[in-house]
């Protein structure tokens, strides 16, 4: 009889030890991934976006609060997300702009967040246009793309201005953390593009989601990146698959590359850049800390007039 309950009782933990694991996993690897993959990749509002009939309006009174004049306008994206602009120029009369700077704001932001540049750049006698990337302020759009829809954004913007006569040359692309990337992605295929400054890009999928994990403080479970990815890529329909080091592309437009984190720059994404780009085309050097420094140094990478 003692044999015959051990025997059971082993029966028991055995049991009970499978469930225990099997719950433990769907909690770690399925409920717990869907609910932080939104609030790391999706913007904090996002459920007023369900409605596709809701938008915000285009309002330019931050920036006409600071001294600024910007024109407003919209472009929408190849999947109809509408993208909220501003146009700035000199109001000097008959002032022809020597270029144009299209600034992409840093992750968590929106365009207000680069205010500090545009007189510095209107004062190198160049046209301005920023813009609030999908799913951030003004624009639509529920989750971000890790730069590689943004790219797309950012080449149907440039196609607008180009169309409407608003895009004099040369054009310098300017983006910070995601929109680094989207300048970057946009530069290998947009040929209307003369210069790009990247400040902080991530240069592939793999290091935007293990950024994104270390920004929200998420757990670190077996396999993280591949699992938080995966499940990104079906809570926000990603449309590609996760891209690491071996598929980062040469840069052939010039491009001054600036990396916040020292680790970084010793890290293997930017030596992969660095070893497959033109010594000629391609800058990279640690960004500044300070925040007057930084838009000195991105100022002078830009050109003076």
């Given at each position: 009889?003692?044999?015959?309950?051990?025997?059971?009782?082993?029966?028991?933990?055995?049991?009970?030890?499978?469930?225990?694991?099997?719950?433990?996993?769907?909690?770690?690897?399925?409920?717990?991934?869907?609910?932080?993959?939104?609030?790391?990749?999706?913007?904090?509002?996002?459920?007023?976006?369900?409605?596709?009939?809701?938008?915000?309006?285009?309002?330019?009174?931050?920036?006409?609060?600071?001294?600024?004049?910007?024109?407003?306008?919209?472009?929408?994206?190849?999947?109809?997300?509408?993208?909220?602009?501003?146009?700035?120029?000199?109001?000097?009369?008959?002032?022809?702009?020597?270029g144009t700077a299209i600034i992409l704001h840093?992750?968590?932001?929106?365009?207000?967040?680069?205010?500090?540049?545009?007189?510095?750049?209107?004062?190198?006698?160049?046209?301005?246009?920023?813009?609030?990337?999908?799913?951030?302020?003004?624009?639509?759009?529920?989750?971000?793309?890790?730069?590689?829809?943004?790219?797309?954004?950012?080449?149907?913007?440039?196609?607008?201005?180009?169309?409407?006569?608003?895009?004099?040359?040369?054009?310098?692309?300017?983006?910070?953390?995601?929109?680094?990337?989207?300048?970057?992605?946009?530069?290998?295929?947009?040929?209307?593009?003369?210069?790009?400054?990247?400040?902080?890009?991530?240069?592939?999928?793999?290091?935007?989601?293990?950024?994104?994990?270390?920004?929200?403080?998420?757990?670190?479970?077996?396999?993280?990146?591949?699992?938080?990815?995966?499940?990104?890529?079906?809570?926000?329909?990603?449309?590609?698959?996760?891209?690491?080091?071996?598929?980062?592309?040469?840069?052939?437009?010039?491009?001054?590359?600036?990396?916040?984190?020292?680790?970084?720059?010793?890290?293997?994404?930017?030596?992969?850049?660095?070893?497959?780009?033109?010594?000629?085309?391609?800058?990279?050097?640690?960004?500044?800390?300070?925040?007057?420094?930084?838009?000195?140094?991105?100022?002078?990478?830009?050109?003076?007039?």
């Amino acid at each position: 009889m003692a044999k015959l309950m051990s025997k059971k009782t082993k029966e028991i933990v055995q049991t009970s030890t499978v469930i225990v694991l099997a719950v433990l996993f769907i909690i770690f690897y399925v409920v717990y991934p869907l609910i932080v993959i939104p609030n790391m990749t999706a913007r904090p509002d996002r459920d007023k976006f369900d409605d596709p009939e809701y938008a915000v309006p285009n309002d330019p009174s931050f920036f006409t609060q600071i001294g600024l004049a910007p024109d407003t306008f919209a472009v929408m994206s190849n999947d109809n997300i509408r993208l909220a602009a501003l146009y700035f120029s000199s109001p000097q009369p008959n002032s022809i702009p020597k270029g144009t700077a299209i600034i992409l704001h840093p992750d968590d932001t929106d365009r207000t967040a680069i205010a500090d540049l545009i007189q510095p750049m209107l004062d190198n006698g160049l046209a301005v246009v920023i813009y609030d990337q999908r799913a951030s302020g003004k624009s639509g759009g529920k989750f971000h793309y890790a730069g590689n829809l943004e790219a797309d954004d950012l080449t149907e913007l440039i196609s607008w201005l180009s169309i409407h006569g608003r895009l004099p040359s040369p054009v310098a692309v300017i983006g910070f953390e995601t929109g680094a990337d989207a300048a970057i992605n946009a530069d290998r295929n947009e040929n209307l593009i003369s210069k790009v400054i990247s400040i902080d890009p991530a240069l592939t999928t793999s290091k935007w989601m293990n950024r994104r994990m270390d920004r929200y403080g998420v757990l670190s479970i077996l396999l993280p990146t591949m699992t938080y990815f995966w499940w990104y890529q079906k809570v926000c329909s990603y449309p590609d698959d996760r891209t690491g080091v071996d598929d980062i592309k040469p840069l052939e437009t010039p491009a001054l590359v600036l990396v916040s984190d020292p680790n970084e720059l010793a890290g293997k994404e930017i030596a992969r850049l660095r070893s497959i780009s033109s010594p000629e085309k391609l800058q990279i050097e640690l960004s500044p800390t300070a925040k007057e420094e930084l838009y000195r140094r991105i100022i002078s990478g830009v050109g003076s007039k």
